[in-house]
């Protein structure tokens, strides 16, 4: 990471962007509220937000992907989901803020600290569904070992079978994807077709954002 970055360690940019949420939740306007944001951003996120004067010119998009995947769950949700597994959670709160069902079960992978940052922040905070946190220290160049531990989180999680170890002769790598690929193959076809054409309908409203929305613009629209 450059020198002279703010940004420390690729956490930070959980800090950063929820800078981003919560100066969306103060408008009058706002397509959203985050009202935990504030909090999770904290005095460092602030900090790391002023030092990058540049992404301010961009924060609209953050904006905008907040806004996509609430619609992205909403509807999923709706359309019968009753488990949601968020890798690489960061300081996402939509378990605390978003109308779901108490019966979803939400599941949030990151990494430790992030994890217990998040916890401590929410302390007094309760969320509206079911919530487990699994703390994972998973990096994509670590090998061998960062698949045994993704492998026992998907079994802990109840996502793989135990059965299918054997049938993917104890590869951990072989593992995680013989799990993908059951997953697809039971969940798959119809939903991600329904996913496609629900991302195809939200660009569109998107590019009308997008072209409406800056950061010191009179007009927005969704």
Same mark, same amino acid.
């Given at each position: 990471?450059?020198?002279?970055?703010?940004?420390?360690? #690729?956490?930070?940019?959980?800090?950063?962007?929820?800078?981003?949420?919560?100066?969306?939740?103060?408008?009058?306007?706002?397509?959203?509220?985050? /009202?935990?944001?504030?909090?999770?951003?904290?005095?460092?996120? #602030?900090? #790391?937000?002023?030092?990058? /004067?540049?992404?301010?010119?961009?924060?609209?998009?953050?904006?905008?992907?907040?806004?996509?995947?609430?619609?992205? *769950?909403?509807?999923?949700?709706? @359309?019968?989901?009753?488990?949601?597994?968020?890798? %690489? %959670?960061?300081?996402?709160?939509?378990?605390?803020?978003?109308?779901?069902?108490?019966?979803?079960?939400?599941? @949030?992978?990151?990494?430790? $600290?992030?994890?217990?940052?998040?916890?401590?922040?929410?302390?007094? @905070?309760?969320?509206?569904?079911?919530?487990?946190?699994?703390?994972?220290?998973?990096?994509?160049?670590?090998? $061998?070992?960062?698949? *045994?531990? =993704?492998?026992?989180?998907?079994?802990? =999680?109840?996502?793989?079978?135990?059965?299918?170890?054997?049938?993917?002769?104890?590869? /951990?790598?072989?593992?995680?994807? =013989?799990?993908?690929?059951?997953?697809?193959?039971?969940?798959?076809?119809?939903? #991600?077709?329904?996913?496609?054409?629900?991302?195809?309908?939200?660009?569109?409203?998107?590019?009308?954002?997008?072209?409406?929305? @800056?950061?010191?613009?009179?007009?927005?629209?969704?």
């Amino acid at each position: 990471m450059d020198s002279t970055s703010p940004l420390r360690h #690729i956490s930070d940019t959980a800090l950063w962007v929820a800078v981003y949420r919560a100066q969306e939740s103060q408008r009058t306007d706002a397509v959203f509220r985050d /009202p935990y944001a504030g909090k999770l951003a904290g005095e460092r996120g #602030i900090q #790391i937000a002023a030092a990058m /004067p540049f992404a301010r010119r961009h924060s609209w998009s953050y904006t905008a992907r907040t806004w996509l995947v609430d619609q992205v *769950i909403t509807r999923s949700v709706l @359309e019968g989901t009753d488990m949601i597994v968020n890798l %690489a %959670a960061g300081l996402d709160s939509r378990p605390y803020r978003m109308q779901l069902p108490g019966s979803l079960r939400w599941i @949030e992978v990151d990494l430790p $600290d992030m994890l217990s940052y998040k916890q401590e922040i929410l302390a007094a @905070e309760r969320p509206v569904c079911e919530l487990d946190r699994v703390p994972l220290e998973y990096h994509f160049s670590g090998g $061998d070992a960062s698949s *045994i531990r =993704l492998a026992r989180t998907l079994v802990e =999680l109840e996502l793989a079978a135990p059965k299918d170890w054997e049938t993917a002769k104890r590869d /951990p790598a072989a593992y995680v994807l =013989l799990t993908l690929e059951r997953w697809i193959a039971a969940h798959g076809g119809d939903a #991600i077709k329904r996913r496609f054409d629900l991302y195809v309908m939200l660009t569109d409203y998107l590019d009308e954002y997008s072209s409406e929305h @800056e950061p010191d613009g009179a007009g927005r629209q969704l």
